[in-house]
């Protein structure tokens, strides 16, 4: 029997290739070509060659609109956890397709479990379809989470035709639909293992159009590569409407959801839950995580509080920093954690250039506390802050905050919703602030502007 045709399909970016290759000569990525059984014919082989050559003619004509039209906003459904809802910009929409990546055990399950029978209990028909668990482990989770009693239907299938097919036959089609996971499930039209692009993409198509057509909100849990890219074809973050990213540390209990796509709502949103015995829990108050416990009135070398911007929330976090002279001859390190190696290098060449301090000699490391990531450019001041503590072994202000930009020339620029940042942390007890000069909003706060780095090192105090 003559064997039959395959080829060899980039597992990164979807390219087909007629023979295996180290490297994907799209991508330039190593080792993801794998092999399938290639197409037994495509569209173009059965197409007459006059029809290849146009594609204006053969088709239906479809009814063109104005984009001047009115259309009502989407309604929202509530998924029983608030911050869930902020990050998806105020609930699901009906028909939307959402998915959510994270690490494995991060808690993506516990979550849209936790979701599903909050829903349940309020009257809306959810379906959570697994293929990675079995219907008794699933029943287990949710018996530990306290939601024994939710009326949620539930399935162990990995068979996209079969689970369509039940979702068809149930009559109204669910408000929520749960699929966890992606990469789990297979379509029987192609042929190749589960998680191979092809059939992530094939699989995934299936559930869209089925989500579309019956208004269903559906929710695909993504696994995620060892660098953290949701795994599959980079087209399946263009198929859907919503892609959610759990990220969190196992040695701290805090998980923050960050929406980095979203067609029905913004993407500076962030929801944060801490992992407990009980599940998920929502945290209202994020500033409670990220704060070291600070005796009143003590105040430590090389640490300042930063009032971070999480979209419209401000949340407030202590960066450490430590200082430490080298041997003469000894390459001093830079070793950060929580925020870009880069824009501390170049801080500390503005701390060289324009303020006469010497970093060259020391080593230099730089920490946020409890493993919060930081992409705010307001943090500059803080950093550098916490830096000249740490040089000259003066500690700032136990009720002290601080945040600003500063420029290459020293000048330091005005932060966006100052007075958000100033509200918050007046409210858990800070009475002065660092600040840019013409920063306004501090209300009852005592706010110390500058207007170059030069007047705050001045102010702190130059090393001795």
């Not at 690490?103 to 936790?114: F, V």
């Not at 036959?169 to 996971?181: F, R």
């Not at 992992?275 to 009143?296: Q, W």
């Amino acid at each position: 029997m003559a064997r039959g045709k395959t080829r060899y399909v980039c597992q990164a970016c979807g390219v087909a290739a007629p023979r295996w290759a180290g490297q994907c000569a799209d991508c330039k990525e190593w080792n993801t070509l794998v092999e399938e059984a290639a197409p037994a014919f495509s569209a173009s082989q059965s197409t007459p060659f006059a029809a290849k050559q146009s594609l204006q003619a053969g088709g239906r004509r479809i009814a063109m609109e104005s984009l001047a039209d009115d259309v009502a906003l989407p309604p929202r459904l509530s998924t029983g956890i608030n911050e869930l809802d902020r990050a998806l910009g105020g609930g699901l929409v009906p028909g939307s397709v959402t998915l959510i990546g994270g690490d494995p055990g991060i808690g993506k399950s516990t979550l849209l479990l936790q979701a599903a029978g909050k829903m349940a209990r309020t009257g809306a028909a959810v379906a959570y379809v697994s293929g990675e668990e079995a219907a008794d482990q699933v029943r287990l989770r949710a018996r530990r989470l306290g939601l024994a009693r939710a009326d949620v239907a539930l399935a162990a299938e990995t068979n996209v035709r079969d689970i369509l097919t039940t979702l068809t036959g149930l009559g109204a089609p669910p408000g929520m639909l749960v699929i966890d996971s992606i990469q789990t499930m297979h379509s029987d039209t192609l042929e190749g293992a589960p998680g191979t692009v092809s059939q992530v993409r094939a699989s995934a198509q299936e559930l869209i159009r089925y989500a579309k057509l019956s208004g269903c909100a559906l929710i695909l849990v993504g696994h995620v590569t060892k660098d953290g890219q949701l795994a599959g074809p980079r087209v399946l973050e263009h198929m859907v409407d919503t892609v959610l990213y759990f990220e969190g540390e196992r040695s701290h209990q805090y998980r923050i959801l960050r929406a980095v796509k979203n067609r029905f709502g913004g993407t500076d949103e962030i929801g944060v839950f801490a992992m407990g015995a009980d599940g998920l829990e929502e945290v209202a108050n994020p500033s409670s995580l990220f704060l070291t416990s600070r005796a009143e009135g003590s105040s430590v070398t090389g640490a300042v509080v930063f009032p971070a911007l999480e979209g419209t929330r401000p949340v407030l976090c202590e960066i450490q920093a430590l200082v430490v002279r080298v041997p003469s001859g000894a390459t001093p390190r830079r070793a950060v954690v929580g925020w870009d190696q880069g824009r501390l290098a170049m801080l500390l060449a503005v701390l060289e250039a324009r303020c006469g301090l010497a970093f060259g000699g020391h080593e230099v490391y730089l920490n946020v506390a409890g493993g919060l990531r930081i992409a705010d450019p307001a943090a500059d001041l803080a950093v550098a802050c916490a830096l000249i503590s740490a040089l000259t072994d003066r500690p700032l202000p136990a009720d002290a905050v601080a945040f600003g930009e500063v420029a290459l020339s020293g000048e330091l620029r005005p932060a966006g919703l100052a007075g958000l940042r100033l509200k918050e942390a007046a409210k858990l007890g800070f009475g002065r602030a660092f600040v840019p000069d013409g920063t306004s909003g501090g209300g009852p706060m005592l706010v110390s502007g500058f207007r170059t780095m030069n007047g705050l090192v001045d102010h702190l105090g130059r090393p001795e």
